[in-house]
């Protein structure tokens, strides 16, 4: 019944236009044989009623309408009735005349408020679907689209890298215009052609798909030559990433944009101008799935620490711990950090698991304690964590929370952040070298920091990278480097830790030249939290 209902409600608002001329004329003719043959006395009143199909054409039609059916009232309640009421004489022919004006009158104005009133509805749905800024079509726009089934489009992704220097430096008119620009550009490339702006610097473009290598040129070819807008050159930093997808089906067309806008980001990482999609393998898109599935991970148990021994070189025992983070997939087994960690560091969920990493090692130094076993244990901190402004505050709270001293946590930082932002750097190490951590330079002569440099900062301990230790034994320079560096670094008070090592010849060769400890698979590969707690034990 209902379903009737609306399919007559459908089609009415389908035939609207032509049902509202119908009903008009329809009741100008019932009123006029009314007029005619029913009513004897004071057909003036009647004639009033001429005015609601006026009205309402004129509102629904225009102002076509409103005339059209103003004349048409007018003739039929002029000419065509013959006899007017009192005195029963013919109808004075101005008097038809002037009513037919006014109803004319009535038409006409009623059409124009019916176009203002349109108007003003288009308008305001526009506003919608479109930007008020840029006035490109936005994601609202995009979700009421649809493309024709089963046909291939190429979907393609741009990031304008410097949109807001753009903003500050030429003004946002000037933005707003290039982005106005390129759309009319496109356009008439080809009509087609959809332009959708899902964020301030991000432009995605739908396109039935045709020469791929063609589309590619043109598309660069309008993004360059829009660039001049009245007489001032824009530069603008656009990576495009394209995809091309057959038989498309899917109603939500923002989802063919996730590879197009990897290839536009892996485009803009390699500072190219763009990359097809098929350039490269999908483990990119793994990535994106496996950082939805990270957030939980943090809290279900299948991230986890492993703690490798750091030993010293003289005494052969274990000196310290480093807590390194593993993540047990359901369904995709053992990732490793470095498949993750540079994706997680893209997001806040860092500062979470940097958080989370520190409780876990927290806990079992809580156990080590119980058990008589005192050693330091390390946690990688991610450049990143540096920016959150609250990082020293949480991590201290954390660390109330279990009962151990700072000088058994040792914080290891990369040189990158201490040469990005030193002051800041400067700053949050003091904070904590104040409280009794130990700082440690991770990775260190793989950045292109100096000692020197690295002397401002409240440093303990240098680890040294394992690229130095994998040549050392082959390469005589590297050894030079290697020894100049402990030397150097002992002068300045660091304690020196060496990364990788994976022979006995190694370990013996770096105890010579002075290098006081050392990681590596020679002398353990990272354990579980069980394994080592049992391992170190023997040496209470
Ligand atoms: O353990 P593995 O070799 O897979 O570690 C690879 C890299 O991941 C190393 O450079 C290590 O510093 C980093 N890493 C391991 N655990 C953590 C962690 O908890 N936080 C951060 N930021 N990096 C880690
Ligand atoms: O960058 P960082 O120092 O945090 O890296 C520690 C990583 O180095 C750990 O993930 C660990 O698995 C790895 N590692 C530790 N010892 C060795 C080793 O002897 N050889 C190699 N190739 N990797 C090692
Ligand atoms: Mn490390």
Avoid at 112 to 124: I, K, M, S
Avoid at 282 to 291: I, M, P
Avoid at 396 to 413: A, F, H, R, S, W
């Amino acid at each position: 019944m209902i379903k009737k209902y609306s399919k007559l409600v459908d089609w009415m608002k389908r035939y609207h236009k032509i049902l509202t001329a119908v009903f008009s004329v329809v009741f100008i003719l019932i009123n006029y044989l009314i007029m005619r043959y029913l009513v004897m006395y004071d057909r003036t009143a009647w004639s009033h009623l001429m005015y609601i199909p006026i009205i309402f054409a004129g509102v629904i039609l225009g102002p076509w309408g409103g005339l059209i059916m103003g004349i048409l009232a007018g003739i039929v309640a002029g000419p065509f009735i013959p006899i007017s009421d009192q005195p029963l004489i013919r109808q004075f022919w101005a008097d038809w005349i002037f009513r037919m004006t006014i109803m004319i009158l009535a038409g006409l104005l009623a059409g124009a408020f019916g176009n203002l009133y349109q108007r003003t509805r288009q308008q305001v749905f526009d506003l919608r679907l479109r930007h008020s800024d840029s006035l490109l079509l936005n994601i609202n726009a995009l979700e009421q689209m649809t493309l024709e089934k089963k046909k291939s489009y190429t979907f393609v992704s741009i990031i304008i890298a410097n949109g807001d220097s753009i903003c500050e430096v030429a003004g946002y008119h000037a933005y707003y215009e290039y982005l106005r620009l390129v759309e009319k550009e496109l356009l008439s490339y080809d009509k087609d052609i959809k332009l959708i702006q899902p964020k301030p610097n991000h432009l995605w473009v739908i396109k039935p798909t045709g020469d791929l290598m063609k589309d590619i040129d043109q598309m660069l070819h309008i993004l360059h030559q829009s660039a001049t807008i009245s007489d001032q050159r824009l530069f603008v930093d656009y990576s495009l990433g394209f995809t091309q997808k057959k038989h498309v089906q899917d109603t939500k067309l923002a989802n063919y944009f996730i590879h197009s806008d990897i290839a536009a980001k892996e485009a803009r990482m390699k500072n190219l101008t763009h990359m097809i999609y098929n350039d490269f393998d999908t483990l990119r898109l793994l990535s994106y799935e496996l950082l939805t599935e990270f957030q939980e991970a943090l809290y279900d148990g299948s991230l986890y620490l492993n703690y490798q021994p750091k030993f010293d070189l003289k005494t052969k025992k274990p000196s310290g711990l480093e807590a390194l983070i593993r993540w047990n997939h359901p369904t995709r087994k053992m990732i490793r950090p470095d498949q993750f960690i540079s994706d997680v560091e893209q997001t806040n969920m860092i500062h979470e698991m940097t958080q989370q990493v520190f409780r876990w090692s927290l806990d079992c130094q809580k156990k080590l304690n119980e058990k008589g076993v005192f050693l330091p244990i390390s946690i990688n901190i991610s450049t990143r964590n540096f920016y959150d402004e609250a990082f020293f505050s949480k991590m201290m709270t954390i660390l109330k929370e279990y009962d151990v001293k700072p000088k058994y946590v040792e914080l290891e930082i990369t040189e990158t952040v201490l040469m990005e932002n030193p002051e800041m750097s400067k700053a949050i190490l003091e904070l904590f070298a104040n409280e009794g951590f130990k700082i440690a330079i991770d990775d260190f002569g793989k950045g292109y920091s100096s000692l020197a440099y690295l002397a401002q900062f409240p440093i303990n301990i240098i680890k040294i990278d394992r690229i130095f230790t994998r040549q050392i034994l082959i390469n005589p320079t590297t050894q030079h480097i290697v020894k100049a560096t402990i030397d150097l670094a002992k002068q300045l008070g660091y304690e020196v830790l060496i990364e990788g090592i994976e022979d006995k010849e190694t370990a013996d060769l770096l105890e010579r030249l002075g290098c006081q400890s050392a990681q590596g698979y020679y002398f353990m590969k990272p354990k579980s939290e069980g394994e080592i707690i049992t391992y170190l034990l023997q040496y209470k």
